[in-house]
């Protein structure tokens, strides 16, 4: 089983639309969650991160853990054609092993 | 700005001739790795450096080499390129650990024939 499971996609939703991206995850060790989004051609860049089991809210964006089902969620709340891009899980185990899921792409038409 | 700027952006090189993609960060963080992206992949760290003359290997770290000399400069070094290193490469620093969130650089496509 891989340490990290997140759909590919790609994922298409209308603008203005509620988008639920998500991972699984199998080992307890880890203990920092973030959510990175990665444009065409770009490097990833950092959206959220948290390190405990709850919702967090940035804007239009909610990061959710559940540590006991070993489930991470992202919501993106009115979603915009601007939100294109693909979007990548990362665990934190330890100082510095971050395991990263594959990643969901999303559309968003007009 | 702070970045991470990696040279070059696109890399067309043969088998067996020695390469190095450079990376710099102007933030003066501590933290600095390398990761290359593979479609069906995802992201896989190479080579990582939590300080000045200290790395470490990652995942995947084979036929690669990293030097960490100044606290700003990252460079990764393919002594003898094999077309199974063909990838999209980025590099990405922290202030202190993966933990704090990584700025990652525009990326290094590398093609090796």
């Known amino acids: 089983q891989k340490e990290v499971e997140q759909d590919p996609g790609p994922l298409s939703v209308p603008e203005g639309a509620i988008v639920s991206l998500n991972c699984t995850y199998s080992n307890s060790a880890f203990q920092y969650f973030m959510w990175y989004r990665q444009y065409s051609r770009k490097g990833p860049e950092l959206l959220m991160y948290?390190?405990?089991?709850g919702n967090k809210e940035d804007g239009r964006f909610t990061a959710q853990v559940d540590k006991s089902s070993k489930y991470i969620s992202l919501f993106i709340r009115d979603s915009q054609p601007s939100d294109s891009a693909t979007y990548l899980c990362a665990l934190l185990s330890g100082y510095s092993t971050l395991t990263f899921g594959k990643g969901t792409m999303l559309l968003v038409s007009p | 700005e702070a970045q991470v700027t990696q040279n070059p952006r696109y890399l067309i090189t043969v088998t067996g001739k020695k390469l190095t993609v450079t990376c710099s960060q102007n933030m003066n963080h501590e933290y600095m790795s390398w990761y290359r992206q593979d479609p069906g992949l995802g992201l896989r760290q190479i080579y990582y450096s939590m300080n000045v003359e200290v790395t470490d290997k990652g995942d995947v770290p084979e036929g690669y080499k990293v030097s960490r000399k100044e606290k700003r400069n990252f460079p990764l070094i393919l002594e003898s390129p094999s077309p199974n290193q063909t990838s999209l490469y980025f590099c990405?620093?922290?202030?202190?650990?993966?933990?704090?969130?990584?700025?990652f650089g525009s990326g290094t496509r590398l093609t090796v024939v």
């Open positions: 948290t390190y405990s089991s």
């Open positions: 990405a620093s922290s202030p202190n650990g993966a933990g704090y969130g990584y700025t």
